[in-house]
Structure formats: C-alpha cells, structure tokens
C-alpha cells in the first residue's frame, strides 16, 4: 500500500496544476487553440446549428355542393433551436369561380420560451379577400401534453379590430405509416369588419378527419373530410353575399415536408 502510494504521489507531482488565467480547465493540459475549436464543433452539433424546414401540411383538392376547391397550408422555419425565421401561407381557390377566396402570408420571428413551445410574433398579410387587410400577429405554438399540436394567435388588424384563431391537431397511428389526423380551427373576433364578411364573436370553425399513407416519412398522400361553419353575425353577412354558411367538404391531398 506505501509503495501504491508513493507511485500515485509522484505521478501526481508530474501533472502541472491548472492555470489560474484559464478559463477552461483543459486548457491547462491540451493545446488551447485545439479545444477552442472542439468546444465550437460541441456547440454546433448541440443547438447552435443553423437548421432549415419546410413543411406543407395540407395541399388538398375536394369537392363541396359539387363545386371543386383547392386548400394549402404550408410553413417553413430557418434558424437555430432558440431563434427562428418563420413563414406561414394558407388559402382557397375556387375553380368555379376562379378566384382565390382566401389566402394570407405569415412572416414571423419566433422564440422558443419552454421545451416545446415557440412565442412568435410578426405580420400577416390577406391578400384576398378584398379588400386586403394587413395585421400585427402574436401567437404560441407548440407541442401540448399527450402530443397534441397547438397554434394559437392574436391578429390587430390595420383598421384596429382584433380577432384570434387557434389551431389543434391530434395524429392517431394505427400502424407506422398508417396514420388518422383529426384537426380543428376556430375563428373569433372583438369587433365587426362587414367589408370582409366577418362578424363579432366567434366566426367560423372547422373540423376535419385525414387518413393519410407514409410510403416515405416526407411524402404522404391522404384521403379526408372537412365540415364548416360560419356563426353569429359572420354567418348573418355572408348569407347576404350568398354564401353557403355550412358544408361538407371531400377531399384528397398531399402532406410533404424536406
């Protein structure tokens, strides 16, 4: 045991003692210029990579009275795990009418505040229906317990009427790549803006079923249905233009993301 010790002790006697001025213990024992770059490779592959997504949930054709319609929703991020550059488009195109009855442009700056969860806030941009409105946007997006996926923000439009949306979506996996995605969205608004059909209170809501097919994880075309529904005053003013105030949509589409 005196001999273990003696041998351990003069080991020891040959380590240097670490630097006071270092900043970085092993700095003391390996070359400072080589562990500046391994930390900065460490940091990289630990969150500080700068990553780029794009992910179109819904480009989908379908059919309601026997007039076809066309919907996409598609958003995009690039930036680290804290910071992020967002973009978000959705809309409808009717092929009857060829026209575009809704489509809206989301850029926003976006932060992660909890795991999971993303503050986000920016500017959104209707460019139908006319006339256009333009709005400050704040909003939270995340991932709720029992993996529940949530969107949810507030608009103050240019005309200063406020009006939120929230977003909900659930995945159900029968197999791996067999998977049925229920989806809701509300609608609701302060204040009345009757130039673009929408009304106080809540205004709209839609539920919707996919079944969809992973032949690959970023390609998945998918079979569905979506029920509508306009209420209160919105469902008063777009009567008067004509428009359906309920119905049910059929529908076929493709989700992709890369």
């Known amino acids: 045991m005196r ?11 040959q380590v240097p003692a670490p630097s006071a001025q270092a900043e970085h213990a092993a700095d003391a024992y390996f070359d400072p210029a080589e562990m500046a770059r391994a ?36 958003q995009g991020w690039r930036g680290s795990d804290r910071h992020k550059l967002w973009l978000k488009t959705e809309g409808e195109y009717e092929h009857e009418e060829q ?9 926003l ?15 959104r ?35 200063g009427d406020l009006s939120a949306r929230l977003e ?7 197999t791996q790549r067999l998977i049925l995605q229920p989806r809701l969205e509300l609608n609701a608004a302060l204040s ?18 996919r079944l969809r097919y992973e032949f690959k994880r970023r390609f998945a075309p998918y079979l569905g249905v979506r029920w509508a529904r306009d209420y209160g005053q919105t469902r008063r003013l777009r009567r008067e233009r004509g428009e359906p105030g309920a119905g049910v949509t059929w529908l076929a589409g493709l989700r992709f993301w890369f």
């Not at 009345?192 to 079923?209: F, H, P, V, Y």
């Open 99 to 107: 026209r575009f009855e809704e489509a809206e442009l989301q850029v």
């Open 192 to 209: 009345s803006d009757e130039a673009i059909g929408t009304g106080r209170g809540l205004s709209t809501a839609q539920a919707g079923l």
């Open 125 to 159: 941009h209707d460019v139908t229906p006319n006339p256009s409105r333009t709005y400050a946007v704040i909003g939270l997006q995340g991932l709720a317990p029992y993996w529940f996926e949530l969107d949810g923000a507030l608009f103050l439009s240019d005309r």
């Open 168 to 174: 909900a979506e659930y995945e159900l996996r029968f």
């Open 109 to 123: 700056y976006s932060r992660a505040v909890a795991p999971f969860w993303d503050l986000q806030a920016g500017l």
């Open 39 to 74: 930390r900065a490779a460490l940091k990289r592959s630990h969150g500080a990579q700068i990553n780029t997504l794009l992910l179109g949930e819904r480009l989908e054709l379908g059919e309601i009275d026997g007039d076809a319609q066309s919907t996409w929703e598609a």
């Open 3 to 13: 001999t273990a010790a003696f041998v351990l002790a003069l080991l020891l006697a």
